[in-house]
């Protein structure tokens, strides 16, 4: 653990691991919107901070949401908190877990509180279709609660969007490297759609977004709000499929199932990280939410942070076939 510093307006990412929270600070400090003697990087595995970080006055704690006891300190010294969801489709463990961890960093002095969200949803609505929203829901009313009890406490909430990169999940686990001719889902591929959005994209403007905040608070215009970042275009999931066909030299086409026919499928069931029973079940939900154009809402605040315009899905998608 690096040695603490006297800055008095410090900010945290909890948990600063995996792709967005590493995503925020690799932009925060190599665009140096805020300097690494100002940041707090709390995870379960302090060690995996890059050295270069380290040796620029960065601090490391440890601390993880599944041991409530490590979070009671994780946040002094403290002022503003970046905090990352809970790595999981569940719904009130999920949401417990966030509550505990604005109430540890409030106990410790955090003013304002900047939760990454997800892109269901649309722009601000307060409910969904999707499963997996429920808890980012839930966490969103609860911090909108303490705002209004507290006016001395704010937050924002970005919702942030649904990754290029989690395609797979939304297309029956589509290897890209060996892709399958028919996608087997409870979705016909047409209607609204998604407006995809690259993950790193959304790292760089959630850092962007945070900087704004800590040099202006008062001029900040996202206060105790929720925030949308999307792509700058909806995509049908046929359309998806189908620039997918096209970079890989295939035809690659959707046909729709029914649920139970979908959730019997082999690779549905065995699927990484999602597992067979009811929590494939909850995740197919999110072909309800797509059905009613929760995913399709395009907002232009991504672009705007950017200051560029996002990159487009071809291209994205070329770099991550490339790269299977």
């Known amino acids: 653990m690096m040695a603490e510093t006297s800055t008095s307006k410090r900010l945290a990412i909890f948990p600063a691991s995996g792709g967005l929270g590493g995503g925020i600070y690799h932009y925060l400090f190599e665009q140096r919107l805020i300097s690494p003697i100002d940041v707090v990087l709390i995870s379960r595995n302090p060690g995996k901070v890059p050295e270069k970080y380290k040796a620029a006055g960065v601090t490391t704690r440890q601390a993880d949401y599944d041991k409530p006891e490590t979070l009671t300190h994780a946040f002094e010294g403290v002022s503003y908190l970046m905090l990352i969801s809970y790595a999981s489709i569940e719904h009130e463990h999920r949401a417990n877990v966030h509550k505990l961890a604005i109430d540890a960093a409030r106990a410790s002095g955090v003013r304002h509180i900047f939760y990454s969200s997800l892109a269901y949803a649309g722009d ?59 996608i087997c889902i409870p979705h016909s591929g047409s209607g609204p759609g998604v407006a995809w959005a690259k993950r790193d994209e959304l790292a760089e403007a959630s850092a962007r977004l945070i900087a704004a905040y800590t040099k202006s608070p008062n001029l900040f215009p996202h206060t105790n709000k929720t925030v949308l970042l999307s792509g700058s275009q909806a995509w049908s999931l046929s359309d998806t499929v189908g620039l997918i066909g096209n970079i890989v030299g295939k035809k690659i086409s ?40 929760e995913t399709a809402v395009v907002s232009p605040l991504l672009a705007q942070l950017l200051g560029r315009e996002p990159e487009s899905l071809e291209v994205t998608l070329k770099s991550i076939v490339n790269g299977a």
């Open 254 to 293: 959707i046909q729709e199932v029914s649920l139970d026919a979908y959730l019997q499928q082999p690779h549905i069931e065995s699927a990484k990280g999602y597992g067979s029973g009811d929590r494939a079940l909850r995740m197919a939900t999110a072909f309800d939410a797509m059905k009613q154009g």
């Open 124 to 182: 601000g609505q307060s409910s969904s279709a999707a499963f997996v929203m429920q808890a980012h829901l839930d966490t969103e009313a609860y911090l909108a609660s303490l705002s209004k009890q507290d006016p001395s406490f704010t937050y924002t909430s970005i919702r942030e969007g649904i990754y290029t990169e989690a395609i797979p999940i939304y297309t029956s686990f589509l290897n890209f490297e060996s892709p399958a001719e028919t």
